[in-house]
Structure formats: C-alpha cells, structure tokens
C-alpha cells in the first residue's frame, strides 16, 4: 500500500493507469482521472507547447533547430505525441481532437514531406505512425499494408533493411508490435497484419527477450536496464509490458525476462530509473537515472500482476 500511496501522489497521468491496472477502482473513477491529464499536469504542459503549426518545436521527427551534435532531441512532433499517447490522453477529448487536426493538416515528414500519417519510409517511424494514429483515431491502413509487405523472414523488422540489412532489430520490432496491436485494438486489423504481429511476437520470444537465438548469448546489457520514456530503445521491461498489453495467458519463455524485472525492485518496493536516453526533452517527468521511477514501478507492478495471475 506504501507503493501505490508514492504512485498515487503524483500527475494524473500517471494516477489513472495505477487506478486502472493496479487499484481495480471503479470505471467511473479511473475516467475522471484521465480526464484532467489534458487540463492539469504534464499532459496539458505538453498540449501547450503545440505551435499555431500543429507542430512542436517546428518540425515532425526533428526540430527545427537541432543544436546537439551529441544526442537526439526529443521534442518535435512524433515524440511530443508519442509521450500524449503514453501519459493517456483520452484521444476523444476536446484537447486531443483540437492537437490532431492541427497536425494532421500541417505536419509533413522531412524526408519527403508526406503528411504525417501517411508514414514515412522506416519501419521503426511508422510503428509509431501507425500506432498514433489508431491511438487517435486517424487512417493508417496503407502504413499498416507496409510493415506487413516489409515483415523480414526472421519474423521481425529492421530499419536497415533498405540497406540491406537482411536481420531483424528489437529496437525496430517492438515499435511496429506496439502500432500493429494498437491497430488492432482500433479496427481489428487484417487478418495479414494479424499474423504479422504473431510473427514478430514469435520472434522476441524465441530469443527469450533478451538472448541471441543462435547461441543463447545475452544480446545487450543495456536491455536490462529500464527507462521512461523509452522513445524508439527497446529494453526488457518494454517488451514485457507489450505482451502484458496484448494480454492472452503469459508464454513460459518469458520467465526469464520478468525474473530480470523481479531482481530490479528495491527493498522499499519501487523500481529506478536507470537508463535515460540522452536528448533535449520539454520538461523532466522524473529525478534521473538512480533515483526511484514512478513510470518504471508502475509499468513493472503491472507486467508482474499480469504474469503472476489473480
């Protein structure tokens, strides 16, 4: 209870998934929290600093002044609205509807200046796109039709494949995963891109979500360290919470990976931050790497409830 107090005692955004995924409160209560994530908060913050452009910081993937030759800024369009989605805004409220209008009728892709859900030519980008725009209520059919035909034969995908590369990435996989469920969730999908998603789950976990298939080999530490936003990273705790969101009875190769999340929580029940993707962000949602993360206990919490059981 000491836990979910600390959780409680904090934005809306962050209040309402507790309220729904850890708290089982009443469906009307865990709605009028999510209400206030577009008034109060760090949701309306972020809705503020949209441009009359539709844009944030003047530009969709990248701002418009990108001054850091060091790492990659993280508040123009897509990411702003990416972390819209993950705080919850209610894609029906007032506040979303006016956001998305603005975007879709002004911002266009960098790289070829097509309108912001009609996708761009990476698979990584368009798992966001296509998970955007089912979140909010726009048509992303043609982008959904293109990670299926680019669905590589180990079952995954890569945003090197037009560079030839011919092996999947998890970076890549997870972000098409996560628009591919969230397309299903908003129109049922196809029965193409249904059995896309199966075969990029199977393809996380025939590696366990962590190890190389052909040798058992951990594929990178840094997937065992968690963070908040997790942008376009893949690590451990995002591919669970994944599997946890498509819901369903939890695979036996998943043991291990949540056994990683298990021997992460500390001795007063929290989980930390550790792993902070470098970049310029609006705001900080957290106290940085080491200190105790209310994003990463919660999405841990409730990876856990799911894998545990009633």
């Not at 990411?79 to 989605?85: D, P």
């Not at 030839?164 to 891109?193: A, K, N, P, Q």
Request: hydrophobic share 35%; charged share 25%; proline share 5%.
């Amino acid at each position: 209870m000491e836990v979910l107090d600390w959780l409680l005692d904090s934005d809306p955004s962050i209040r309402w998934q507790v309220l729904r995924d850890l708290v089982d409160a009443p469906a009307r209560e865990v709605a009028a929290e999510r209400d206030r994530v577009a008034t109060s908060g760090w949701g309306a913050r972020l809705l503020a600093l949209q441009g009359t452009d539709g844009q944030w910081d003047g530009g969709t993937y990248w701002p418009a002044q990108d001054d850091d030759p060091d790492s990659q800024p993280w508040t123009a369009t897509t990411y702003s609205l990416l972390l819209l989605r993950g705080f919850g805004l209610d894609p029906a409220s007032p506040e979303a509807r006016q956001a998305i209008s603005l975007v879709r009728d002004n911002s266009r892709w960098e790289e070829g200046n097509q309108p912001f859900f009609d996708g761009e030519v990476e698979p990584c980008i368009n798992g966001m796109v296509v998970a955007l725009g089912a979140y909010f209520g726009e048509n992303v059919d043609p982008v959904v039709e293109r990670l299926v035909r680019e669905q590589l034969s180990d079952g995954g995908w890569n945003c090197e494949a037009e560079r030839g590369s011919t092996r999947s990435s998890f970076h890549t996989t997870i972000c098409v995963l996560e628009g591919l469920l969230e397309h299903e969730r908003s129109t049922g999908g196809t029965s193409l891109s249904r059995q896309a998603r199966q075969r990029g789950e199977e393809y996380l976990l025939a590696r366990s979500l962590l190890r190389r298939k052909s040798n058992g080999e951990l594929i990178n530490g840094h997937w065992l360290q968690f963070s908040y936003p997790t942008r376009w990273f893949y690590d451990v705790l995002r591919g669970l919470d994944y599997f946890r969101a498509a819901g369903g009875a939890p695979d036996k190769r998943l043991e291990e990976a949540v056994e990683v999340v298990r021997s992460k929580r500390q001795p007063n029940g929290r989980w930390l931050l550790e792993n902070t993707h470098a970049g310029k962000v609006h705001f900080q949602l957290e106290d940085g790497d080491g200190n105790p993360s209310r994003w990463n206990t919660l999405r841990a919490l409730r990876t856990l409830r799911w894998y545990d059981g009633p």
